[in-house]
């Protein structure tokens, strides 16, 4: 069936595209306004989209024309953040945070989680995270009258050390950091447990097929 977006509504227009753009990792991010208050808000329009540079990305839908949420209005003065990932262990915590508190509230507080000092950023990392990246501000784009599209280059990435299977070569036990994935409605996620392996076909093979 065809949907053409010039002739559906927003709300409509999202609904099919986190209905269908799944499972999509979540950026739990943390900021930290000029005046010290900390905030954390979960977003699941996330994903790194470059290596090298090392770049991540996420929407921030806001609440109304030019509002941006407290998360895009302390980027924008501060121009840093900490995007932390979320695992099966934290999913409660990750959703209590979502809850829209008012401005100075402290979301990690009430979901009773705690912070590690960043080594690069201003802003807490949080330690019941398994991956949490530090970030700065490379550019906000606003795409609507109340979205915006933050890019933010890598600066240091902080791994668990029982998830790490060589530091040296930078192996990660994936798998071990059970993390989760946003999927469609208003409540419903992945866990990434179901997994199958299908390693990439080289050219010469594919040309000796038979």
Known sequence: MLFETDKLSAQDTYKLLVSTVVPRP?????????????NAAPFSFF????????IVTFGIGGRGPGDAKDTGNIIRRTGQFVVNLVNNA???????????????????KEAGLTTLPS???????????????????????????DRSVVLGRVVAIHIAD????????????????????????????????????????????????T
């Not at 739990?28 to 900390?38: H, K, L, M, S």
């Not at 994903?47 to 090392?54: C, D, L, T, W």
């Not at 080594?119 to 606003?142: H, N, Q, W």
């Open 26 to 38: 979540i950026a739990w991010v943390v900021t930290q306004d000029i005046d010290g208050t900390i």
């Open 47 to 54: 994903n790194a989209v470059s290596g090298n540079p090392p």
């Open 90 to 108: 934290t999913a409660e915590a990750m959703n209590i945070t979502a809850i829209d508190f008012p401005l100075g509230v402290n979301e990690l």
């Open 119 to 145: 080594v690069k950023v201003k802003p807490p990392r949080i330690a019941e995270s398994p991956v949490s990246f530090e970030c700065e501000r490379l550019v906000i784009i606003d795409v609507g009258i």
């Open 162 to 209: 029982d998830c790490v299977l060589d530091p040296a070569k930078c192996y990660v036990d994936t798998p071990k950091l059970d993390l989760i994935g946003r999927m469609h409605g208003s409540g419903w996620y992945a866990r990434t447990t179901d997994r199958f392996e299908m390693p990439r076909i080289e050219l010469d093979k594919w040309k000796r097929r």
